[in-house]
């Protein structure tokens, strides 16, 4: 009999068995460890927020597709994201990069731009990291931020009767990333969605008195699945409650795309999702689309299952 594979296996259940080997901490010293969108690890005057992402050459980019600058602004970009959506304020970076001998000093000198563009954006810096030799280029990203004494916003707090909203643009990430693979470079704001994400940090500011939030990174369906597991809800998107860009009905129409399926299910946009006790609560700048339900945990289109699969690193789709 074989052993099981880790595209057998799956990336999420793959993390949930590497979480059950780990030794546990003290709920003292570690308040959120694996499971949410960062760790919350306790440190005098407040809680310190930390999270890691890696990038990997022909998996995460492309060079013939994407500019070193954008490819820092898309490593810092998901990380800044992450802690944003713990309800934290970022304060630094670190970047871990692995690279083959052979790649050019400007190239390198072209990421360190984008990502310092991209910390800048939140007012933070690079402050370390580790070069090592590789037959690939890998990026490895930590952020750091704070909460002080504020609690952190996790994936355990949804409430059936909460709404569910949205900041930030879905959609475009996986539309431009067709766009590629088919050999174009256009229409730019879908290509460029793509290459470098814009996380919507300042809406995310703002949804101080979210019950739970996440970055969209894998698919919406697919992280709000998080949220419902987590928080033992059943979430329902009402479809009818997007408006399509015309970026997007435009780039599903030249290319028989189904531009509510990039929505529900294309990644790297790093937009936010979160839920509030009542639509007055919802900031201004966010948009509902959905309610938090009781019944078994998971996540429903217009009250039925939605079958189309977000990222997973492992899937064999």
Known sequence: MSEQTVGELGEFALIDAIAAR??????TAVPVGIGDDSAVVSAKGGNVVACMDLLAQGVHFRLDW?????????????????????GARPTALLVGLALPQETPVAWVMGLADGLSAEAAEVGVTVVGGDIVRSGSIVISVTALGELGTAKAILRSGAKPG??????GRLGFAQAGLL????????????VAAHRAPEPPYELAKLATHATSMIDISDGLVSDLGHIAQASKVKINI??????IPEALAAAASA???NAMEWILSG???HAFAATFDTA??????????GTVNSGDPGVSVDGAEYLVPGWDHFSTH
């Open 267 to 269: 990644g790297e946009d």
């Open 162 to 167: 909460n709404v569910l909203a949205i900041a």
């Open 66 to 86: 994407s500019q070193a600058k954008d490819i820092g602004r898309k490593a810092a970009a998901q990380n800044l994201a992450d802690i944003f959506a713990m």
């Open 238 to 243: 009402e479809s009818d409650k997007f408006q």
């Open 280 to 289: 007055p609560a919802v900031p201004r700048g966010w948009t509902i689309i």
């Open 179 to 190: 766009m590629l693979s088919r050999g174009f470079r256009s229409p730019q704001v879908l």
């Open 255 to 257: 290319f028989n795309g």
């Open 22 to 27: 780990l030794e546990k901490t003290s709920a």
